[in-house]
């Protein structure tokens, strides 16, 4: 049985205009230790993918319309508020992509943490828990964690926040680590030192890892195993060099191809032609086709399915199954 | 050649703390200069300063070899048509209350002189140089994807005739594909246009895609002109 | 000029150019009826309107609005003939109640309308211009925002002598400073938008910035708290006529007629619980209207 299943799962949003197919039959499982990269593009889903494992969704207007999202065999759709809280912060920790906003600016570093902590183990003194908070902040390389203790949001760098997030989201000693963009907001050489913080936690914690990113930079540098995502379907799912090296998917063709390249100063990367689908009334069969330059007509009409391991991809045109032209 | 914009050991403060110290630089008509930093190093500081939003402590802003450091008013308002400016974030660059139409039209309406249907004819042409067709029209920005609200910017740049763009970040909020869309775009209308570009980014990978010289401003200060390209940007003093 | 380039008709083009604004306008109706509260603010501020609108028309005593004396019908519990009883003077307390909706309407629409007409110029001069302006506009304002708003009033209708007038024209002090603080606030915020940056550097001037980006931005806060604003209004010009300094009887004012019941609580408790009742449902709806208009025009809730 695999850490985390995604089954089939349907997500929308009701709104005005009608409901938003936000994901459309997801199908993912993550085993324990693993360290899995979700990429894809604004709109494609992922960040709502890697809320829905924490139902983190609001709802209404969020709505899971079928599906099944389990933890390591426990439904996580049909958790009590209990277990759902044991889950969120606990056993699965979340960093986010902002680290300004998820700081509360009038409560000091010390304070925030020590909340967090109350949270997950009740049973802490007061300087047990001090002597955690510096521990954590230790563990994510934040230097004089103790003098940290005393200070507020605005006096610490973007970075250094992004480290204490990433502290707090330790404090429940997770089995999982969800990071939602979290080099997003962040210098280029800061995001380098951060993603080599995470991929030093995952590997010595034996943490599973699930990194949400539009950067296929910044997945490619701390995850083993990719997930390309286009309009709330998965089109590609595979070990990290082989995505690299042999991109099946057209989208992630495309993708891969709009990446400038320093080393390539010559190559004028070309972006994909059209743009994201309306997905209150998304394009039947595969969802890339009108944009796809391997379209053909069973793309207009049928679904394709993700296929192959552990290089897996949903299309009609490549792989030995792809339908001739 | 008469550089058409110029800075003269710059420097600017904010309260005691300085955050441009010093800096020189100079785009020549028709170039494209890349300038690169990380946050916090006053890249966008010195463009607040090209573009007159900002004053300077000391030094001099020239505009083809006349100096406007302090230009007011009448004057100040003919320089700003030769320099016009794309922000890095498109969600914000755009009223949330106009049209596409409307915000297009702005630059137009404010210099004047155009009667209804030649101001539509306008707008038409400016939204067709930058691949948006007639139905954007009549939308709020909200309804428009990063990538068609940046375009809707840029076609609002152009719309006074500027001489030189000036870039800050123009593609970081956007996604890849989007973005090559974007340079691709803005490399074609520098040659149709003949325009000069500064382009600020954090992007190595993307200055040289556009820019034939690069400057590198670290903390505030020039940190001289890539190895390799000689001349042009004489950032620092 | 050949048909093809004919310039479509009137009606068709004012379609396509204001098919935004008809979205628009069909997703705020959307957010806004989905909340219950909203839609009962509505309907209690409809209500309060219609009445304002059409109340002389369809009381069942309209002479006994100023006071006509019924003696024999003194202090009658209400019944068929008086749906919510007479008062001391033996007029119908329907009508003075229903009568008494335009008395408080005209006082709501007066006090925020003149606090924003002094706060609104004010706050944008402050937010926009910054500096020295602002630092006076705000300096005069924080003199004003600490003193209780009830008290000030007091005071002031205390120097102007009590009268209704008077009433409404120190609430109308005691409010402005509050729109000055919100609009100067807003405005300082969309100082700084890239938008107005990118309109200065078109070489707009200050009157094409203001109008065409601060003030249309303005509008939603500005709306918002007029409308919560109107309800805190009725009920502070009610208070200043409970307490003797507004509206005196027998003008038909929610506030006085409470106050003149006091000496017959408990046994004639018909006589303040009708007024009292419409003070409360009036409040509650401009501030339950309010709510829901800040939620649906608030521009971070985004378009489902």
Known sequence: MSLIEIQDCRLAFDGFEGRVHVLDGIDLAIESGESVGIVGETGCGKSALARSLLRLNPAPPARIVSGAIRYDGADILAMDAAALRRLRGGTIGMVFQDPVTYLNPVFTIGRQMEEVLRAHESGLSRAQRRARCIELLDSVRLPQAASLLDRYPHELSGGMRQRVLIAEALAGNPRVLVADEPTTALDVTIQRQILALIAGLVARLGLTLMLISHDLGVIGAACRRIVVMYAGTIVEDAPAEALFAEPQHPYTRGLLAAMPDLRQPDHMPSGIPGSIPNLRDPPQGCRFHPRCPLAMSVCRSARPVLRGAPHAVACHAVGDWAVAP | MIPLLELREVTVRFGTQAAVRDVSLALQPGAALGLVGESGSGKSTLLRVLLRLQDVASGQILMDGAEITTARSARLRALRCDVQVVFQNPHSALNPRLYVHDAVAEPLQIQGGLSRTRLRARIDGLLEDVGLGEEFLWRYPHELSGGQKQRVCIARALAPGPRALLLDEPTSALDVSVQAQIIDLLRRLRARHQLAFLFISHNLAVVQLLCEEVAVLRQGAGGGARPGCPGAARAGA | ?304
């Open chain 3, 1 to 304: 000029m050949s048909e093809a380039s004919l310039p479509p008709s009137r009606l068709a083009r004012f379609g396509t150019e204001h098919a935004g604004s008809i979205r628009q306008a069909r997703f705020f109706v959307w957010t806004f009826t989905r909340s219950p509260s909203a839609m009962l603010g509505l309907v209690l501020v409809l209500a309060f309107l219609v009445l304002t609108l059409i109340g002389p028309w369809i009381v069942p005593y309209p002479d006994h609005a100023r006071g006509a004396v019924n003696l024999a019908n003194r202090l009658q519990p209400p019944s068929a003939a008086h749906w919510f009883g007479t008062d001391e003077m033996g007029s119908d307390i329907l009508t003075r109640v229903v009568i008494g909706t335009r008395t408080s309407f005209w006082i709501g629409v007066t006090i925020t309308g003149l606090a924003a007409l002094v706060g609104v110029p004010l706050g944008i001069a402050a937010g926009y211009f910054g500096g020295r302006i602002r630092a006076v506009i705000m300096r005069v304002t924080d003199v004003f925002l600490p003193v209780p708003g009830l008290v000030l009033a007091l005071a002031i209708v205390a120097a102007l002598g009590p009268g209704i007038l008077h009433g409404v024209l120190a609430l109308a002090i005691v409010c402005w400073p509050g729109y000055v603080r919100l609009i100067q606030a807003k405005a300082l915020t969309l100082r700084s938008e890239s938008y107005v940056e990118a309109a200065r550097t078109m070489g707009a001037s200050h009157a094409h910035i203001l109008w065409r980006h601060i003030l249309p931005n303005c509008v939603s806060p500005l709306v918002v708290k007029a409308s919560m604003d109107m309800g805190m209004a009725i009920l502070a010009a009610a208070s200043l006529g409970f307490i003797g300094l507004g509206a005196k009887p027998p003008a038909p004012e929610w506030g006085a007629m409470i106050a003149t019941d006091r000496t017959y609580m408990p046994d004639w408790w018909w006589y303040s619980a009708f007024p009292g009742l419409f003070i409360f449902l009036t409040v509650l709806g401009f501030n339950l209207f309010g709510d829901g208009l800040r939620d649906t025009l608030d521009p971070r809730s985004s378009r489902g």
